[in-house]
């Protein structure tokens, strides 16, 4: 099943990744993509796929792989013509957890935690920003 191209890069030790990083990620993403699979009824239709899998890792008890996914999940909406506006709210610092997934690189294992709101809209040059709340 095909993924969003961030969703299988949450769950790692911001160093190149390895090839021994690739695998943890793949097993970790494998090990999601089964319990989906277990879990939903799901359509046979590919296209539908992977935004119901990223739908359900929205309710992630990671807040990490949670808030990842509602990103990827309201960006793929947006750039396919959404005119919503979407606000996901954030327990550490996105951006460079975004600039590590986006580049393929490890995320760091300390993650910053914060307050942060990332808010997805059409309206926004590069369909994305990201606020601290402070």
């Not at 993924?3 to 160093?15: H, I, R, W």
């Not at 990083?21 to 992977?50: C, G, H, W």
């Amino acid at each position: 099943m095909p993924v969003g191209p961030l969703v299988g890069k949450v769950a790692q030790p911001a160093t190149p990744a390895s090839p021994a990083d690739r695998t943890r990620r793949r097993n970790i993403l494998e090990s999601l993509i089964k319990d989906f699979i277990t879990s939903e009824n799901i359509s046979p239709f590919r296209e539908t796929q992977a935004p119901a899998f990223l739908e359900w890792l929205t309710e992630s008890d990671d807040d990490l792989v949670a808030s990842v996914a509602k990103f990827e999940l309201a960006l793929i909406r947006v750039r396919q013509g959404d005119r919503h506006t979407y606000t996901i709210a954030w327990n550490f610092e996105p951006s460079s957890i975004l600039h590590c997934l986006a580049k393929d690189l490890a995320v760091e294992s300390e993650l910053t935690p914060g307050h942060y709101q990332v808010v997805v809209s059409h309206k926004i040059p590069g369909h994305f920003r990201i606020y601290e709340l402070r």
